[in-house]
């Protein structure tokens, strides 16, 4: 099963087991963000993985945003 989250993120069941990757790639999007998290530079990403841009990360930042929201908003009821 494949579910298409943004233009740049994808879930498919049958790529990295299932966790979200880039569209076209097998670079787990959780990845990034532990790169931003231990203070990586955008540069550095792209010297990591040279197939994403500056929409990939933002992509990836967007879908934590929505991700982190969600859990605050369930766990606040």
Do not use: Q, W
Not at 30 to 50: C, K, Q, R, T
């Amino acid at each position: 099963m494949r579910i298409d989250i943004n233009d740049y993120i994808i879930v498919d069941s049958e790529i990295c087991h299932g966790k979200p990757v880039f569209k076209g790639t097998r670079i787990m999007v959780y990845l990034v963000l532990e790169m931003l998290e231990e203070g990586a530079s955008i540069n550095d990403i792209f010297e990591a993985y040279p197939s994403l841009t500056k929409e990939h990360i933002k992509a990836a930042l967007d879908l934590a945003t929505k991700l982190t929201k969600r859990s605050f908003d369930t766990i606040a009821v």
